[in-house]
Structure formats: structure tokens, C-alpha cells
């Protein structure tokens, strides 16, 4: 399966939370899992979105807990590595799609962009060299997948 990543601020407004939700359930109406990084915010968002039409989520979390993750993630992943975990968010992806996002967003970017994935912004401050910017959150699901399959 296409394991598409989903990274953003761990707090968000209604409009970017709204915005998530929409990603989170075009990934899983494509068949695709989504992987982020376990918390709130947009991460949780999106996971709900992927987990009210059937999908499967993936959480990366920073600490030593998977209570830590929230109640949309199936698979939680304890890493204890707290920032350094965005590193396994980037390589385990196939794709990823940024909403909004602060520094911890701007890093999961730069790792993914150095490892040769496509980034697909929304909405996002950091629409730096190389990433792809999505008018929607239909758009970026599909600009994530067109990328994994060219």
C-alpha cells in the first residue's frame, strides 16, 4: 500500500483542522495508509479524516508512550526521540503533504525534500524550492499519488 505522509503543527485553527480532515479522507478513499507524527493538531485531523472513511493510520510518536498518540492512530510507533522522530515520518513515506506547520513542519520538509520526496504543500508557509503547491486537499492527495507513480 502507498503510505502517504501527513505533517503540520501540533495545534491548528478550524480552518487548517477542516482542511486536514479532507486529506486524511482522500487518502484513505485512494487506498493509501497515512503516517504522521501521532499527536493533535493536524495530525489528528487528518488521521480522524483517513479513520471515518476506513483507513489505516499510522503514528510516529516523539516520547516513550503510546497512550501519547491520539484515538484516531491504529499503529502507534514509540520512538522516544522527540524531534529526531520526523526523520522516520520522511523516510517512511512515500509522499508527503504539509498543512500549515511551524519548525518541526519546515524539518520534516527538508528531510523528506534531501531524501527525494515529493512535498506537497497546503496552505503552508513553507512553500520553499521543491516543494508542490495544492489548491485543495483533493489536489494534494492527488498530486502525493501522480508523484509516487511517475
Known sequence: MIQIG???AGS????LRSKAKKVGSA?????????CGGLGGVMEAS???AKKKGGITIGILPGDSRKDANAC???AIVTEMGHARNVII???ADALIAIGGEYGTLSEIAHSLKMGKTVVTL????EIDGTIKA????????????SIHS
Open 12 to 15: 491548528c485553527d478550524d480552518n
Open 123 to 126: 496552505e503552508s508557509k513553507w
Open 6 to 8: 501527513v505533517i503540520g
Open 47 to 49: 488521521a480522524c479524516g
Open 90 to 92: 520522511a523516510r517512511s
Open 73 to 75: 492512530i491504529d499503529i
Open 27 to 35: 487518502i484513505a478513499k485512494n487506498h493509501a495508509v497515512l503516517i
Open 135 to 146: 489548491k485543495d486537499a483533493e489536489d494534494a492527495v492527488r498530486l502525493a499519488i501522480d
